[in-house]
């Protein structure tokens, strides 16, 4: 089954740029989307398809992906960014019909 | 706007049965599929199985089929996540959430926190 591998934590002083990665095998020939989750709420769409944004999403946060690593980048980081945040694929084979897939999470702790 | 509203927290004994259900509205019920996702306390997201309403296609995670059961009733545009018989080990938060451009989970419901102890 395909995995996906994010680093446990991540910590960011109020202002600077977080940068979480997410990685698996070709990760690059895939689409990565993002979800945010803060303490006793349900996860929310951060990023879809790579690097969009849904509405309502703020233009600090962005995505990239290429080669074994996909990365959520959070600009200008907030005291209300503290929260887990997980990368998700599709994936398909030819031993399954197609399964959605969550990478481990990250913690970002804002200093 | 997209709404998914949960039921309510269920506390069970190991071997109970139990069926929580999820409500949409603010969409077409029968044209998004809509799934479940398994989180444990304090760990990650886990992707449970998806149902289309129109036709009632379901499809489950090798890792959850058969101990699970995923249906919808579209007259009430509900979905449904049963267990036959619970373990301890079911004890989770529970999330619906709808697919509306097949790939990614667009809304995500409130949770259903299932607590199974003796």
């Known amino acids: 089954s395909y995995v996906l591998t994010q680093p446990p934590s991540v910590s960011v002083a109020p202002g600077k740029t977080a940068r979480i990665t997410c990685g698996g095998n070709n990760i690059g020939s895939k689409s990565v989307h993002w979800y945010q989750q803060k303490p006793g709420q349900a996860p929310v769409l951060v990023i879809y398809y790579d690097s969009d944004r849904p509405s309502g999403i703020p233009e600090r946060f962005s995505g990239s992906n290429s080669g074994n690593t996909a990365t959520l980048t959070i600009s200008r980081v907030e005291a209300g960014d503290e929260a887990d945040y997980y990368c998700?694929?599709?994936?398909?084979?030819?031993?399954?019909?197609?399964?959605?897939?969550f990478g481990t999470g990250t913690k970002v702790t804002v200093l | 706007e997209v709404q998914l509203v949960q039921s309510g927290a269920e506390v069970k004994k190991p071997g109970e049965s139990l069926k929580i259900s999820c409500k949409g509205s603010g969409y077409s019920f029968t044209s998004y599929w809509i799934g479940w996702v398994r989180q444990m306390p304090g760990k990650g997201l886990e992707w449970m199985g998806i149902?289309?309403?129109?036709?009632?296609?379901?499809r489950y995670s090798p890792s959850f089929q058969g101990q699970v059961t995923i249906s919808a009733d579209k007259s009430i545009s509900t979905a449904y996540l049963q267990w036959s018989s619970l373990k301890a080990s079911d004890t989770a938060m529970y999330y619906c959430?709808?697919?509306?451009?097949?790939?990614?989970?667009?809304?995500w419901g409130q949770g259903t926190l299932v607590t199974v102890s003796s």
């Open positions: 998700q694929v599709w994936d398909s084979s030819s031993d399954h019909p197609g399964v959605y897939v």
């Open positions: 959430v709808v697919v509306v451009t097949a790939y990614y989970f667009d809304y």
């Open positions: 149902i289309y309403p129109g036709d009632s296609d379901t």
